[in-house]
């Protein structure tokens, strides 16, 4: 199984332009997150999904959006991109609600590192 | 707000030592996780922590849940190169908290 695929890797954006990080994982898990990694400040959770039709605000949700029509699918969707917005971008899921409550096991993909210039 | 403290945030030492990393918070958490990370990729969890007072082993690697719940510790010994990684620690709380994440200890193990 492939997990969680993020793609692109790597992007540099520049101020105000807006994209799409793909996120899709073949595990067949209902929640999916989305966290960006800024260096010294660990991970930071941006949205969640707990199931198709269905997501809600982490912690730094501002300037991001989110859509999740199928159960594989997860976009991040960055609108007016900002410097503040540079950054290493991580989807992951997991099989149950655990991990909201901290006991369930988190599968991360490999990351998305954006800049915006 | 709450907090989850990690120290050291940096450590480098010689393979073969011993050390021990620190995950602390003044709430009490319902549990607590750590990852480990490489560059380029994801977290990877390596245990979660659910009872005061709990300990756990992996190989070389041992993971102690304080008897308040408000603390944490990851213990390698004999450190190798490949022990090399960020470990990040992440807790929940009891109050319906979702899974917040310290931020980090970068492990370096020289040959």
């Known amino acids: 199984n492939a997990g969680v695929t993020q793609t692109p890797k790597f992007r540099i954006l520049k101020i105000g332009q807006s994209m799409t990080l793909q996120c899709t994982q073949d595990?067949?898990?209902?929640?999916m997150y989305w966290y960006r990694q800024d260096p010294g400040m660990g991970l930071k959770l941006i949205y969640y999904s707990v199931g198709a039709g269905i997501t809600d605000k982490g912690e730094v949700p501002n300037g991001y959006n989110v859509s999740r029509s199928t159960t594989e699918d997860f976009p991040l969707r960055l609108e007016l991109a900002a410097p503040s917005q540079t950054s290493v971008y991580f989807c992951?899921?997991?099989?149950?609600?655990?991990?909201?409550?901290?006991?369930?096991?988190?599968?991360f993909g490999e990351g998305s590192r954006l800049t915006v210039l | 707000t709450q907090l989850l403290e990690q120290s050291p945030q940096f450590l480098s030492i010689q393979e073969g030592e011993n050390l021990t990393v620190y995950c602390n918070s003044s709430?009490?958490?319902?549990?607590l996780q750590w990852y480990r990370q490489e560059p380029g990729e994801g977290p990877v969890l390596l245990v979660t922590v659910v009872t005061g007072g709990e300990v756990k082993k992996l190989k070389r690697l041992t993971f102690q849940f304080g008897d308040a719940r408000k603390d944490s510790s990851l213990h390698i010994t004999a450190a190798q190169p490949g022990d090399t990684g960020l470990y990040l620690c992440a807790g929940a709380w009891n109050q319906g908290g979702k899974l917040i994440f310290g931020q980090g200890t970068e492990l370096s193990v020289k040959p």
């Open positions: 992951a899921s997991s099989y149950s609600s655990g991990v909201l409550l901290g006991t369930g096991e988190l599968f």
């Open positions: 709430s009490v958490f319902s549990s």
């Open positions: 595990m067949n898990h209902n929640y």
